[in-house]
């Protein structure tokens, strides 16, 4: 889980450049704040290399005061393609009998340190752009839609995200999922 010197020094570059370009996602934020707690923290650099790794193109996109915690978030324009073809979790991939995907959705995030985005989370990061235009992303699901079987996703069309269902075994090429991680 650690990094060569010479993969954290890429990391840092490229999340340093993405932050400059898009400083209207952390209006007020300055990136040696935000460079002192990566440096800080290694397993959360970490996973924001897995994030960038997968297509992700985290980036900062709100900042916890309280809890002095930078929140980076997936923002490539569409779901990350090293994610997609997941189905929602590992129950729904044991309950396939034929054509498994490899992963899922909640399999690759735990393993990447990341949290899925919930509902709120994706609706606030819609209004930093518009993502997910031609794909759509599976968000956190409450336990109770879960346990019958069911998991949620979300995508942006006709200019208005929205949420929809879907079994929680199913998968598509254009489905995956944003995630994001705390620092």
Known sequence: M????EQREKLLGALRARFEK???RHVGLEWAQVQAKLEANADKL???????RTGGEPDVVDHDKKAGKFI??????????GRRSVC??????ESR???KPEDSAIGMATAM?????TEEQYRELQKLGCFDTKTSSWVKTPSDIRKLGGALFCDRRYDTVFLYHNGAESYYAARGFRGSVRV
Do not use: V
């Open 2 to 5: 650690d990094l060569s010197p």
């Open 22 to 24: 898009n400083m209207n």
């Open 46 to 52: 970490w996973s924001l290399h897995e994030m960038e």
């Open 72 to 81: 980076f978030c997936d923002c490539s324009a569409e779901s990350p393609n």
């Open 88 to 93: 929602y979790d590992r129950e729904a991939l």
């Open 97 to 99: 009998k034929e054509h």
């Open 113 to 117: 340190g990341i949290e899925l985005l």
